[in-house]
């Protein structure tokens, strides 16, 4: 039985409909949901041009300004979360790599399932897969769906 989920979330269209279907899901079988954003420098700045619709560059992407979008990407993920029926889902906003931290708040919040998009905003490793979703799906001590 399904009673704790873990997403990870990073703002593009991928992540966006893992996060659906893992609101579905927690629908479905009662379970808690829990949200997790770590950015990368360079993921923020492109996710940041998307919601702020100005370009931000790596020289002008200041640590502030990419605190300010990371938590607009977390409200948002809360927003959609909301709409889907889970006003209460939490979202953390974490540093470093997103697939360890990702991984150790999963194991922290007794995760049965780690919901990831297949490809997100991620490096050019992850063309096919998705660095991120690979790493998760490798290392992952619970079952792990990763969406299209």
Known sequence: MIKSIMVGFDGSPAAERALRLACEIAVQFGAQLQISHTPKDETVAFAAESVSAFYIGGTTAQMEALRDVAQEI??????IAAECGLPDAEVHIGHGDPADDVLQRAEAFGADLIVTGRRGL????????GSTSHSVSRRAKCACLTVA
């Open 74 to 79: 977390g409200m948002r993920a809360e927003k």
């Open 122 to 129: 991620g490096d050019l490793r992850g063309l096919v897969l």
